[in-house]
């Protein structure tokens, strides 16, 4: 796409005016100005190589044409609400638009709001990026929003961006983790679902805050006044996955937005990793169902940082093969790794001696033996799986032996 004489301003302005035409979404915009040699080919409906314009992006191209002149003073508007918000405002064709998004020609949006600065790891080719995103419910369990903030805090301590919805429950937990490594290292980024000045949830207000004094940035396609809508969290679910290398889905149920990121991550060519937990837990079905379709295995944060080089001193994977949790990749009962034939017998005994014969929380378990959430939420995983440990409601396990 060739470089736009229009102003900067005046090119995100005519981008927004585009996109108010009815049936002109990202995919047919990026279409009709890659035909046309950029936006300004268009605002003067002369294509530099007419030949190798089809007829569809044509009309389409008159049909913009003719809408422009009663979309463009809004759009001026929102432009210039951007700016006196101090948003930064990236088209196509900016040096500062991420180029692993530019890559995506259905869903890459045209024109980017930007708090912040984003990260020099996330503005790299797809290939190249060093970022991941943690995604899940919004209703989520202690254990798993306390895997989330493991998750990303040893992701950021490696120096990765950690990419989110700002959600309540995963999303939030994500950001918080990686804000507790010091600046400098790693970061975390938010993808909004509506503008900047209609943030949702209101309560995250403050989260949004300490990311940018921490170096990250909050995206969002939409300009400053816009309010959430159901669909834009399906737009906004895609550029969550096309901004990261990885995506870890940490617990999820059927249907989700969670699951639409990572179908969006699986069409993208991304790595897509699930947190195995229990088969009755309404929460977390749908990480199943993913591991079930061929997810990667997501027990702690070791085989999150593999997919980028990296190893995690916190819990190196021999120490794991010690302990009995089997290592991604193994066959096993419905989708989740190994299975607990797989256990080690000094894990299962440590288990069966922190229960003492009755029920216990997770919460207690984890007391009891020590183990991480994300080992102990796989190691109960895999025992209910063959049996052993029964699920009686309430958060609460009972042994079975």
Same mark, same amino acid.
């Given at each position: ?30 279409? *009709? ?15 530099? @190589? ?119 429950? *995963? ?39 300490? *990311? ?12 400053? @006044? ?13 550029? *969550? ?161």
């Amino acid at each position: 796409m060739s470089v736009s004489v229009l102003p900067a301003d005046e090119l995100a302005a005519h981008y927004l005016a585009a996109q108010a035409t009815p049936g002109v979404g990202p995919a047919r915009l990026r279409a *009709i100005t890659d035909a046309y040699g950029g936006m300004a080919g268009v605002v003067s409906g002369v294509p530099p @190589a007419p030949e190798r314009v089809d007829a569809r992006s044509s009309h389409l191209a008159h049909v913009v044409l003719a809408s422009l002149p009663a979309s463009l003073p809004r759009a001026r508007r929102e432009i210039a609400e951007a700016r006196a918000a101090g948003l930064r405002v990236a088209c196509w064709e900016d040096a500062g638009y991420p180029p692993a998004l530019l890559e995506d020609g259905r869903g890459a949006p045209p024109v980017l709001f930007v708090a912040g600065e984003i990260p020099a790891q996330v503005m790299l080719p797809s290939q190249q990026l060093a970022s991941c995103a943690l995604v899940g419910t919004r209703k989520a369990s202690q254990p798993a929003l306390a895997l989330a903030r493991d998750l990303a805090r040893s992701a950021a301590r490696h120096g990765l961006v950690v990419v989110s919805g700002l959600a309540l429950g *995963i999303d939030s937990a994500a950001h918080e983790g990686a804000l507790e490594v010091p600046a400098g290292s790693g970061a975390t980024m938010a993808v909004l679902g509506g503008g900047h000045g209609r943030l949702h949830p209101a309560g995250n207000r403050g989260l949004v805050e300490r *990311i940018l004094r921490h170096g990250g940035a909050v995206l969002s396609e939409w300009p400053p @006044a816009v309010n959430p809508q159901p669909h834009h969290f399906l737009r906004r679910n895609r550029l *969550i996955a096309c901004l990261a290398r990885v995506v870890g889905v940490v617990e999820a149920g059927v249907p989700s937005g969670a699951l639409n990121t990572a179908s969006h991550a699986a069409e993208l060519g991304r790595t897509v990793l699930a947190v195995p937990g229990r088969p009755q837990d309404v929460r977390n079905r749908g990480a199943l169902e993913l591991l079930r379709e061929g997810a990667t295995p997501l027990i702690d944060a070791s085989d999150l940082l593999h997919h980028f080089g990296l190893s995690s001193a916190e819990t190196p994977r021999a120490e794991l093969r010690e302990r009995g949790v089997a290592a991604p990749g193994a066959a096993g009962v419905s989708g989740v790794p190994g299975g607990s034939a797989d256990l080690a017998n000094a894990a299962v005994a440590n288990l069966a001696d922190a229960f003492r014969g009755g029920e216990a929380t997770v919460d207690q378990l984890g007391l009891a033996t020590g183990l991480p959430a994300s080992e102990l939420l796989a190691s109960l995983a895999l025992l209910e799986l063959e049996g052993r440990v029964a699920a009686t409601g309430g958060g609460r396990y009972r042994w079975r032996g």
